[in-house]
T-cell receptor, first 110, second 111 residues
Framework: GQQVMQIPQYQHVQEGEDFTTYCNSSTTLSNIQWYKQRPGGHPVFLIQLVKSGEVKKQKRLTFQFGEAKKNSSLHITATQTTDVGTYFCAGRSNDYKLSFGAGTTVTVRA | DAGVTQSPTHLIKTRGQQVTLRCSPKSGHDTVSWYQQALGQGPQFIFQYYEEEERQRGNFPDRFSGHQFPNYSSELNVNALLLGDSALYLC??????????FGPGTRLTVT
């Protein structure tokens, strides 16, 4: 079955620094979604990427979908304390199933 | 406009018992998906309901069953509870296969 892997599992970042989290699928995806879950909260939708090589930006967040539609990345610039949480990628296969990665948990040092 | 709501918020059950969790989707959404999230893990897909039919199912045993009602609300039933069923159960609604809106979840503890 489809598997989605995310690295790193944990990311400790100094406030103001940049970081990237990566997502890889064992199969080609029809689209990929990114979610953020704050401690004690529920996943909140951030963005969906559909096209091969697609790049989308949301303020300090840049999302990219690989050319082969099997990998994706989230890059955050100038990290702030509000960026704390766990970032999940979720890949959708052609049968509608959405498979979540294990997430990257981000902590920020002020 | 109310978002996705789930009930109850917390639940404690004993091994072998049965549990029913409920979900009301966001207004305008016709698709409901259920996920199990163990501590420190990503949500694991249980199944998805569309037009009152189970459209897709993840790798969960038949002890996990569900239902979708004409008003698009949904229930998740788990029979013969095991200790390993302890988790946060998340309901997510969407219109077709677009972005999903998650509810706050039901924290199930099996003792």
């Amino acid at each position: 079955g489809q598997q989605v892997m995310q690295i790193p599992q944990y990311q400790h970042v100094q406030e103001g620094e940049d970081f990237t989290t990566y997502c890889n699928s064992s199969t080609t995806l029809s689209n990929i979604q990114w979610y953020k879950q704050r401690p004690g909260g529920h996943p909140v939708f951030l963005i969906q990427l559909v096209k091969s090589g697609e790049v989308k930006k949301q303020k300090r967040l840049t999302f990219q979908f690989g050319e082969a539609k099997k990998n994706s990345s989230l890059h955050i610039t100038a990290t702030q304390t509000t960026d704390v949480g766990t970032y999940f990628c979720a890949g959708r296969s052609n049968d509608y199933k959405l498979s979540f990665g294990a997430g990257t948990t981000v902590t920020v040092r002020a | 406009d109310a978002g996705v709501t789930q009930s109850p918020t917390h639940l404690i059950k004993t091994r072998g018992q049965q549990v029913t969790l409920r979900c009301s989707p966001k207004s305008g959404h016709d698709t409901v998906s259920w996920y199990q999230q163990a501590l420190g893990q990503g949500p694991q897909f249980i199944f998805q309901y569309y037009e009152e039919e189970e459209r897709q199912r993840g790798n969960f045993p038949d002890r996990f069953s569900g239902h979708q009602f004409p008003n698009y609300s949904s229930e998740l039933n788990v029979n013969a509870l095991l200790l390993g069923d302890s988790a946060l159960y998340l309901c997510a609604s969407s219109w077709m296969s677009y972005e999903q809106y998650f509810g706050p979840g039901t924290r199930l503890t099996v003792t």
